[in-house]
């Protein structure tokens, strides 16, 4: 049997055994409780395992071991940026929000302020964000599937990225929360499993010494010492400090970007209390932490046992580095068959991967657009729960045929940048109107609409002018150069507008409420009148 | 799944209340500081990666250099503060706020804004 029927048939065992269980979730996804939040019925240790599952993208799985395979060390810088972000939602986030919303991000921004700006504002940025994320995702399982499953043709990678968004519309449409977060736990459970195997048989082979393993990984890669040190691929020494600053900025949009994205935020309401929410992001935290170590081993594996020429001739971002590792370490230790059946699962996992993370984010943007956009700005509150749950699911079906429709125009372009924009969106808009909302007495309506668009316009006008989309040879539009923004990433000016924009905005208007202040504040620490689990 | 409402004056007299403000202090002194320490402190560690990468790459064992042990500490830095928050909030925070949400939860009189602070 072949490598690539193989892994056809695991990944299918996987869609099947996940469609089994939507299926199931189904019949007990009956209140929007359910649908939105799984019923909070999940424990702290399944919600930890879902947030693993949720962030865990195929970006950071193929891509950040893809970097260290190809680019050495600066992958490493990705992975910390991620996982640090996590203390930023444990310490001033999660626990809070659990206290004081009940569905979306909106909930808690909305609270004090003036309902509908306030929720149009932040479910026009939930969307974006998930948007920018779902697409890199879709352009990727295109990619992926060409080079794992053999389908090159550009009609190939088109119907591939239909059957994931039909599969990933299917999870969110029928599963609602419950269905979504149990494909989560299933998917963490798996790339854990995976990537642990091929760490383990990758340091088995040079029995434990990891110090011997990035020698080889350093004179394999053709960069020798330089491999193990930053400055590869970020802030090289030819793009001088401009270089250096984008590095920078990069760093402040990862660290700063989790605690605001939406599909991450939305997490904390599974739980029954915000103990739970607090418990499971320390499971969490363990999770991603130990997975981005074993990426660690998985990267420099790959350029020690794979070589960088193999790699980048398979794929010139490296993202096969990992299945080519998890192949050429089969060989190694078991042989031709264990190579091929490594391969095979570890082309599965990542299957699983990416289709998981899209599940996440199509559930939140359609929440959000249910919830927030619909409910609460067009039918003003008024609007039945059936009427509202189905909105959330034609939602659903919308988003998830926007999303293939683009990701099939975009295949050929390099939309690469797009999770680090989504980031840079959340760090700049989201996370200064939650952090201004939960802690800021005087803010207001006006604060937090600013803060928002001020956040999410200025992230996004300048990546359009900036070297991704034009302007350069990796660009997205390679032969077009309207570029004058000199940065990759523009956190470093973005998210400083965003929290000024916030505070301008709200020192401008006279409007405030200091009684629903002192509401929010004693909910938000102590947990009174928190939404509470449905019993099943 | 009915949420008890409270007319906001309770909030209001809670929120003012000697215990609520030790809460509220408890959770920002240990909460804020920290925050700004481990922002600081991966600033650092990016700055570093960017400007500083002769230091970064001295070798301290082997090929282990100044960089991989640098970003292994902010594995270890970020795992030891979240297992501190988790006791911080275990000793600290959690009785005190129990504490209080059972006695505005529990005490009918509260929804009349009676609370004793």
Known sequence: MSETTLSTILFLLFVAGTLAITFWASRHTKTAADYYAGGRSFSAAQNGLAIGGDYMSAASFLGIAGIIALSGYDGFLYSIGFLVAWLVALLLVAELMRNSGKFTMADVLAFRMSPRPVRTAAGVSTIVVSIFYLLAQMVGAGALVGLLLGITSPAGKALTIVGVGLLMIVYVVVGGMKGTTWVQIVKAILLMGGATLVTLLVLGHYGFNLSGLLGDAATQSGKGASFLEPGLKYGTEAQGLAGKIDLISLGLALVLGTAGLPHILIRFYTVPTAKDARKSVLWGIGIIGTFYLLTLVLGFGAAALVGSKAISEQNAAGNTAAPQLAKAVGNLIFGDVGGTILLAVIAAVAFATILAVVAGLTLASSSSFAHDLYAHVFRRGNATEKEELLMARVAAFAIGAVAIGLGILAQSLNVAFLVALAFAVAASGNLPAILYSLFWKRFNTAGAVSAIYGGLVSAVVLVIFSPVVSGSATAMFPDANFAWFPLQNPGIVSIPIGFLAGWLGTVLSEEHNAAKFAEIEVRSLTGVGAEKATDH | ?117
Do not use: C
Request: charged share 20%.
């Open chain 2, 1 to 117: 799944m009915t949420t008890q409402q409270h007319d906001s004056s309770v909030y209001e007299e809670i929120g003012g209340s000697e215990r609520f403000q030790e809460l509220k202090r408890r959770y920002r002194s240990w909460a804020f500081p920290m925050t700004v320490a481990f922002l600081a402190w991966y600033l650092l560690y990016v700055v570093l990666s960017g400007f500083a990468r002769d230091f970064m790459g001295t070798k301290v064992w082997g090929n282990i250099n100044i960089a991989l042990i640098f970003g292994l500490l902010q594995f270890v830095s970020t795992f030891l503060i979240a297992w501190a928050y988790a006791r911080h909030s275990a000793a600290k925070l959690d009785p005190l706020a129990d504490e209080l949400r059972h006695e505005i939860e529990g005490n009918p009189a509260a929804a009349d804004g009676e609370v004793k602070a």
